[in-house]
């Protein structure tokens, strides 16, 4: 994942590559959570979401309403929620659901 300018981009996969770009001004909530197995790891992921719908490409269902950040150790974890928050208070509060 990269915070840039104007919106948060994750690519992922190595034989079936995908990217994903959320604008910083369509955020409408961040979400800390954490499973049973990676409470027991002590990590978290973070769920950027905003209202976007999810698309479908054949059968495939591609989900463009918002970025994961799995696998994170749960402090980096609120890190990473409160630095997405307070960029998308600073973009427009008044354009986002935060």
Same mark, same amino acid.
């Given at each position: 994942?990269?915070?840039? !300018?104007?919106?948060?981009?994750?690519?992922?996969? @190595? @034989?079936?590559?995908?990217? /994903?770009?959320?604008?910083?001004?369509?955020?409408?909530?961040?979400?800390?959570?954490?499973? @049973?197995?990676?409470?027991?790891?002590?990590?978290?992921?973070?769920?950027?979401?905003?209202?976007?719908?999810?698309?479908? /490409?054949?059968?495939?269902?591609?989900?463009?309403?918002?970025?994961? @950040? !799995?696998?994170? !150790?749960?402090?980096?974890?609120?890190?990473?929620?409160?630095?997405?928050?307070?960029?998308?208070?600073?973009?427009?509060?008044?354009?986002?659901?935060?």
């Amino acid at each position: 994942f990269e915070f840039l !300018p104007e919106y948060i981009s994750r690519r992922q996969g @190595i @034989i079936s590559r995908s990217e /994903v770009h959320v604008p910083y001004r369509t955020v409408q909530d961040v979400v800390v959570s954490q499973g @049973i197995i990676e409470r027991m790891l002590g990590l978290a992921s973070v769920k950027i979401q905003n209202a976007a719908a999810n698309q479908v /490409v054949g059968r495939r269902q591609i989900n463009t309403g918002g970025v994961v @950040i !799995p696998g994170q !150790p749960l402090e980096r974890a609120n890190k990473l929620a409160e630095v997405v928050r307070g960029i998308t208070l600073g973009k427009n509060s008044s354009q986002t659901g935060l």
